[in-house]
């Protein structure tokens, strides 16, 4: 099956350009990495629908921002820009922000809500509920107990274990190989992953590299271990994490007040996004068993078309193995790629292949494996 994709034509960029850089690997053919078997001496290959089945995506649900904002109405307060300016330098023709009434907790709550709802479930017979959230309410308490309270008022939610995890972008990828990890060692329990960002209230609405392409968004993720594999919709490979220690130069996202906003130097974060996600679909993929080629689709963060095509020509991989649904969401941080996979899970077929890879602000690096069932 083909996804639809959008692309974003080049063009000579305000803050983000297009650079050619050395370090960034490529595909070509068979990945020469080493891919034995824990349980063969022989290291041969062994399919990934052979390999053991530790967790499972069951369902996901999401939120959106519910004001729809316009490239019109960006660039009406950036002088240096105008629609087509925005859709050439991003690949955005509009993205969803939170109104008045919204934040990062109705957000979630909303997303997560629909989630228990689809699979007959009480918050309460949840075991572990993790929040990746780049904008938190509060230090403490964290999302994930505001949200265990918001979706069990009253603490009826049972013994559930909660709490915020923070790696900006690739804040789903880190939370999903904590969920592998749990899982793996309690294979009745289930996870909750919920994703909530509200970046629209954290930046200057005159910036012209942060303004156009944030937006809103909130998902929750329901996993199940392997004792439940008949509720799966994709098996879970153990994702692969990396980091790389940055001085909030590069990119930063402050603590909530007035008088700090979102900064980023774009054509430095471009740079590293591509260089990071390239390599971690390599090393995804190794862990993983599999072949780079066998891959149905790539999934990388929405962060920017421009960084999405630099990717897909890098990797000399065709458009339609490349999704990309930024043109009418925005980049909304760690719940991009969950929103991706949304549509994804009721789209692709039995036994595909999908690599997953994001890169955050810290910087935060991930990848991951995901096989449709």
């Known amino acids: 099956m083909t996804a ?161 995890l923070n790696a900006a972008c690739s804040g789903y990828l880190y939370a999903l190989q904590m969920a592998y990890d749990y899982l793996h060692s309690c294979p009745h329990h289930s996870v909750l992953i919920v994703t909530t960002e509200t970046l629209s209230r954290r930046i200057k609405r005159t910036d012209v590299a942060t303004a156009p392409i944030f937006g809103d968004a909130a998902s929750a993720t329901l996993l199940y271990g392997e004792a439940y594999r008949e509720r799966f919709q994709a098996q879970v490979y153990r994702p692969i994490l990396s980091a790389k220690g940055d001085n909030a130069e590069t990119l930063c996202v402050p603590m909530h007040n007035h008088d700090t906003y979102i900064t980023m130097k774009g054509q430095k974060a471009f740079r590293e996004a591509v260089r990071a996600m390239i390599m971690m679909l390599h090393q995804a993929c190794a862990q993983a068993r599999i072949r780079p080629e066998e891959l149905s689709l790539i999934v990388p963060h929405q962060s920017n078309q421009r960084i999405i095509d630099a990717i897909r020509r890098r990797l000399l991989v065709p458009k339609d193995r490349v999704f990309s649904n930024i043109r009418h969401i925005g980049n909304t941080s760690s719940s991009s790629i969950p929103l991706c996979l949304k549509q994804l899970l009721k789209e692709r077929e039995s036994n595909e292949l999908l690599g997953l890879c994001a890169f955050g602000g810290g910087f935060t690096y991930g990848g991951a494996i995901l096989r449709m069932i």
């Open 4 to 164: 639809t994709i959008h692309i974003a034509e080049s063009a000579p960029s305000m803050t983000l350009r297009v650079q050619k850089t050395r370090e960034i690997p490529v595909f070509r053919g068979k990945l020469e990495t080493s891919m034995p078997d824990a349980g063969n001496s022989r290291g041969r290959y062994v399919s990934p629908s052979r390999c053991r089945a530790v967790a499972g995506i069951a369902a996901i649900e999401t939120a959106l921002g519910s004001r729809l904002v316009s490239n019109e109405e960006i660039a009406a307060q950036i002088p240096t820009l105008d629609a087509e300016d925005i859709v050439r330098l991003t690949g955005i023709e509009h993205r969803r922000w939170v109104s008045d009434h919204e934040t990062a907790l109705t957000l979630g709550a909303h997303a997560a809500r629909k989630v228990l709802d689809s699979a007959n479930m009480a918050v309460g017979e949840i075991d572990l509920l993790l929040c990746c959230s780049g904008t938190p309410m509060h230090v403490t308490p964290s999302m994930a107990c505001l949200l265990l309270q918001e979706l069990s008022p009253g603490n009826r939610g049972g013994n559930v274990a909660a709490c915020d």
